[in-house]
């Protein structure tokens, strides 16, 4: 008998540890899903010249590290899922700084794409 109850509180210990790693997972993701929302509107005000290129260029740099830092939370599948992000986000600042509205508008387009995929792929609350 204390056999059995041995095995149901292993058993119900890892099931809490994989909800609690799931959990923080889905949590990481939908930050990461929030700073690149963050980033996509700072890089689209700067290129609109709607806020000045030192404030956007520290925001869009603070989003990247962010998300960076947020990648090392995910595990294989989902950190493939989102790794380009930081890179795109860089390469947005770098057209905003250009002025180059095209690349801009280029990378915009593909963070919105990479968000939504995302979105898609996570389970539904």
Do not use: F
């Not at 204390?2 to 923080?24: E, F, M, P, W």
């Not at 930050?31 to 290129?53: F, H, N, Q």
Request: with cysteine; aromatic share 2%; proline share 2%.
């Amino acid at each position: 008998m204390s056999r059995d109850i041995l095995l149901v509180i292993a058993v119900s210990i890892l099931a809490t540890s994989c909800s609690d790693g799931s959990q923080k997972q889905q949590k990481a993701l939908n930050t990461i899903l929030s700073w690149t929302a963050s980033a996509e509107m700072i890089a689209e005000a700067r290129a609109g010249r709607i806020v000045p290129e030192t404030y956007s260029a520290l925001a869009l740099e603070r989003c990247q590290e962010e998300v960076s830092a947020l990648l090392a939370e995910l595990d294989d599948n989902a950190r493939n899922d989102v790794k380009d992000i930081p890179v795109l986000i860089h390469q947005a600042s770098e057209a905003a700084t250009k002025e180059d509205r095209v690349g801009v508008s280029q990378r915009l387009e593909a963070l919105r794409q990479r968000r939504a995929e995302i979105k898609n792929r996570m389970p539904r609350a």
